[in-house]
């Protein structure tokens, strides 16, 4: 079994991986699909992508010196914006339905986008995939967010030929969220 990435992985787009046309096809319909279910409220459906030993991790990003580049993410050990497991994301989700999670009352309303979708590795049935995002939020009449940055996803074929996320990292663009909660799903 592949082990997880602890840090941010090398962005070198130098890597080939042996990948077909209609693999690379049918991982981005994978990641159109989450959007879609993402952006009309499927929570249900978008936590059967995770396995049940998933980890889903937002670090918190620092402005640093070029010579400490490397540095500017916290670790998997530090503080991080999230760092769920499948029970914290089933019961964020869970939350959102009931009509009584503050920050999300009314509901927002979501646009996920994601492009550059790459494979970066591949290792018995584990992909690690490299996802650029956007993610736009608009609530009420004028409040609006939008967040920018890239996932790093590792992704398992289950016994039955279905596809799990079973570890997401998501890096952030940003060193400061302005939003007034994050309250939303990367």
Known sequence: MMTTFLVTPPREANATVDWTADEQ?????????????????KYDEWL??????????????????????????TTRNDIALFDDDKAILTMRAEKLKTGYAWAE?????????????????????????????SLYRSKHESEVDWWVGRRVDVLRRDGHGKTEIIDRSI???QTVVTAKNLSVFF
């Open 105 to 133: 009352e009314p509901p927002s309303r979501t646009r996920h986008n994601y492009n550059n979708i790459r494979v970066l590795a591949i290792e018995d049935d584990e992909i690690i995939v490299e996802v650029n995002f």
């Open 25 to 41: 096809h049918r991982l981005e319909q994978f990641y159109y699909y989450e959007a879609a279910l993402l952006d009309s409220r």
């Open 171 to 173: 890096y952030l663009d």
């Open 48 to 73: 059967a992508l995770f396995s049940d030993d998933c980890r889903y991790w937002m670090p918190i990003r620092q402005n640093l010196a070029t010579n400490d580049f490397d540095k500017e993410f």
